[in-house]
């Protein structure tokens, strides 16, 4: 869709100063602690585009609150696995010894969205350590949440989405549905049934750029639609709706649905391919 696409199908004018009308209407407020997901072009046309979105929310939720968006870089992985798209075999291990050891400032996002990699850009915003699944924050808790990134636990109790469960955090699903949910990933891996599989990267060790291989949960977020699907309809009551920009925007506890989550996965067990 072209700007001029996104204009013709916006409604009214939009900017900052009306997001951060709209993100008050959505119950966001000082002091929060938020994950956010984002489709920018499911918002409309607004004047600033993503940095106008990224300081409407550093404005509301200011430093005394905690801003968390995913910052995955699933290019930094087994080139074997890759199919979107794949490489040929005969690149895989020229992969493995050539591409660059995870950098928090140089690393790409794959996947993330424009808002994400407005957010990436700012000063303050710290990046943590693993080289698939970081995390980036922004205020209160930046430091602490983002300081430890286990590299086979990297949506676990010991990784930033572990640390944000342990307190009141709302996630924010602006223009996307639950299979953009990245804490859904903590219910996979506290449900019963996990299964492991070999994942590698480049990373530094002590300055130097080595491919390292460690065991990964194996994830998939086709489930989380349905996951969301149902707590809406059992907890809808503690489910905030509205619209940020144009996008139909949900807030949600976190706890509660990683709960539901981890309660749903262990009576809906899947086959699992080998």
């Given at each position: 869709m072209t700007e001029f696409d996104i204009i013709q199908k916006t409604d009214e004018f939009q900017s900052k100063e009306t997001l951060i009308r709209q993100l008050h209407l959505?119950?966001?407020?000082?002091?929060?602690?938020?994950i956010v997901h984002s489709s920018l072009s499911q918002m409309g046309w607004i004047a600033g585009a993503e940095q106008a979105v990224v300081e409407a929310l550093m404005h509301v939720i200011t430093p005394n609150g905690t801003i968390v968006m995913p910052a995955q870089s699933t290019g930094n992985s087994e080139p074997s696995y890759w199919s979107?798209?794949?490489?040929?075999?005969?690149?895989?291990?020229?992969?493995?010894?050539?591409?660059?050891?995870?950098?928090?400032?140089?690393?790409?996002?794959r996947g993330m969205g424009k808002i994400a990699e407005c957010f990436?850009?700012?000063?303050?915003?710290?990046?943590?350590?693993?080289?698939?699944?970081?995390?980036?924050?922004?205020?209160?808790?930046?430091?602490?949440?983002?300081?430890?990134?286990?590299l086979e636990n990297s949506f676990g109790l010991e990784s930033p989405l572990g640390k944000m469960y342990q307190t009141s955090v709302k996630i924010m699903?602006?223009?996307?549905?639950y299979d953009s949910c990245t804490a859904l990933?903590?219910?996979?891996?506290?449900?019963?049934?996990?299964?492991?599989?070999k994942q590698g990267a480049a990373i530094l060790i002590n300055g130097k750029r080595q491919w390292?291989?460690?065991?990964?949960?194996?994830?998939d977020s086709e489930r989380f639609p349905a996951i969301g699907k149902e707590f809406e309809v059992q907890n809808g009551k503690s489910i905030h709706y509205g619209k940020l920009g144009q996008a139909r925007t949900r807030i949600i506890p976190m706890r509660p649905l990683v709960d539901f989550g981890v309660e749903w996965l262990n009576t809906h067990h899947v086959q699992h391919e080998q």
């Open positions: 959505l119950g966001i407020q000082e002091g929060d602690s938020i979107l798209p794949p490489v040929p075999e005969a690149w895989q291990q020229p992969v493995r010894d050539s591409i660059p050891a995870y950098n928090p400032h140089l690393t790409p996002l990436l850009r700012h000063s303050d915003t710290i990046r943590s350590a693993h080289p698939a699944h970081s995390f980036m924050a922004w205020g209160k808790n930046a430091k602490n949440w983002m300081s430890h990134h286990p699903l602006i223009g996307v549905n990933h903590l219910s996979e891996y506290l449900a019963n049934q996990k299964y492991y599989f390292v291989t460690y065991n990964m949960l194996d994830v």
